[in-house]
Structures are given as structure tokens and as C-alpha cells.
T-cell receptor
Framework: AQKITQTQPGMFVQEKEAVTLDCTYD???????LFWYKQPSSGEMIFLIY??????QNATEGRYSLNFQKARKSANLVISASQLGDSAMYFC????????????FGTGTSLTVIP | EPEVTQTPSHQVTQMGQEVILRCVPI?????FYWYRQILGQKVEFLVS????????KSEIFDDQFSVERPDGSNFTLKIRSTKLEDSAMYFC?????????????FGPGTRLLVL
């Protein structure tokens, strides 16, 4: 079975500091993709970053980077230089190639950036 | 930048009524999805649609639900006889392809309240 676990229900970070949001996953399939989405209080789901299971390098997108540790089955999101606008829910998701295109989501982490 | 749009943004309905949620996926995308998020919970997959037919569906997607692509742009989710527990945010998503570009782009959601 496919599973995504986010163990931090809430996190706080000082503005301009970096923060790491944890995500672990479980799948026996060698081909999968890992995604992070941001959900502000307005409710929409905003795509942030993607990491494929065969990618050799960690994905980066601006201030977002994904710390992919395959042996540990973890895909933590690192946000550098936090901004007040980063306050939101963050969801980790996985797509497993052999089970189709559906995404499996974690329960999310609520991030609050403190001025 | 192209985006997924959804209408209406909010829908209030009486239990037992039919509702149709509408989505316009990104124009060159081939795969379409519906997800739901009950308040305070994680995002759950409902159904995926490709080549004018359902390609996957979850246990949640029972006979009360149906999807349709009535024309070249719209993608709809119909709930035939709504129940109280159908109250949730419903997200439409689309992706360009399966394995080549698996990122799913989400619409802003329709918040459905069943009274």
C-alpha cells in the first residue's frame, strides 16, 4: 500500500530563517514521484516542487528545495529565507507509476511565519 | 500562465439534491482528476479521467458520483443525491501526461456545503 506521513501538524519559523517540513513515504514500487503543495487560508492548492524517484539531484525551485533521501524514504521540503506569505498548510503527495495517476496525500503541516 | 478554473467557488445545497461542479482544465492537458478535502482533513482522490473515460476511481467514488467531459473544455463532477458527509472542498486537477510530466495542477476548489 502507498502511504505518505507528515508528522508535524504545526511548525513555527522566524521570518528570514529556513525551515524544514518532514515527509516520509512508503511504497514498494521503484518508480514514483514526490510533490509538495502549499494551501493558503484561501484554500487553493499551489504546486511547489517535484522529485522523481530516479532523479540524481535534489529538486530546487527558488526558495524551495527538496531533501530527498531515498534510503530513508524521506522527501523533506526546505524553505529558505521564510516570508510572512509562506504561512500556510503544506502537503506532501506521492504518485506511484504502477498504480496509475492518483496522488496520495499526507495530512499536512501548518506553517506559521513569525515576524 | 494557464490555470485550472472551477465554478462555482461555493455551493450550498439541500440534502438529496443534485449538484454539478464544473472545471476547465489547462487546455493542452490530457488527464483530469477530482479530489476532495473534508474540512481539516487530507486531500483524497476521487477519480481520474483520460481519453473520455474513467481511468481510475477510489472507493469514495460510488454510484452517486459521475464525471463527464461534455465538450472540449469543461470537465464536470455530478453528485446525484447529496448527503451531509459530501460537504467538502472539491478540487479539480489536470496534468499534461502520465509518466512524462506527472505534475497535477489544481484549481481553486469548490466549497460544497450540504444542509
Amino acid at each position: 500500500a502507498q502511504k505518505i506521513t507528515q508528522t508535524q501538524p504545526g511548525m513555527f519559523v522566524q521570518e528570514k530563517e529556513a525551515v524544514t517540513l518532514d515527509c516520509t513515504y512508503d511504497t514498494s514500487d521503484p518508480s514514483y514521484g514526490l510533490f509538495w503543495y502549499k494551501q493558503p487560508s484561501s484554500g487553493e492548492m499551489i504546486f511547489l516542487i517535484y522529485q522523481g524517484s530516479y532523479d540524481q539531484q535534489n529538486a530546487t525551485e527558488g526558495r524551495y528545495s527538496l531533501n530527498f533521501q531515498k534510503a530513508r524514504k524521506s522527501a523533506n521540503l526546505v524553505i529558505s529565507a521564510s516570508q510572512l506569505g509562506d504561512s500556510a498548510m503544506y502537503f506532501c503527495a506521492m504518485r506511484v507509476s504502477n498504480t496509475g495517476n492518483q496522488f496520495y496525500f499526507g495530512t499536512g503541516t501548518s506553517l506559521t511565519v513569525i515576524p | 500562465e494557464p490555470e485550472v478554473t472551477q465554478t462555482p467557488s461555493h455551493q450550498v445545497t439541500q440534502m438529496g439534491q443534485e449538484v454539478i461542479l464544473r472545471c476547465v482544465p489547462i487546455s493542452n492537458h490530457l488527464y483530469f482528476y477530482w479530489y476532495r478535502q473534508i474540512l481539516g482533513q487530507k486531500v483524497e482522490f476521487l477519480v481520474s479521467f483520460y481519453n473520455n473515460e474513467i481511468s481510475e476511481k477510489s472507493e469514495i467514488f460510488d454510484d452517486q458520483f459521475s464525471v463527464e467531459r461534455p465538450d472540449g473544455s469543461n470537465f464536470t463532477l455530478k453528485i446525484r443525491s447529496t448527503k451531509l458527509e459530501d460537504s467538502a472542498m472539491y478540487f479539480c486537477a489536470s496534468s499534461l501526461a502520465g509518466n512524462q510530466d506527472p505534475t497535477q495542477y489544481f484549481g481553486p476548489g469548490t466549497r460544497l456545503l450540504v444542509l
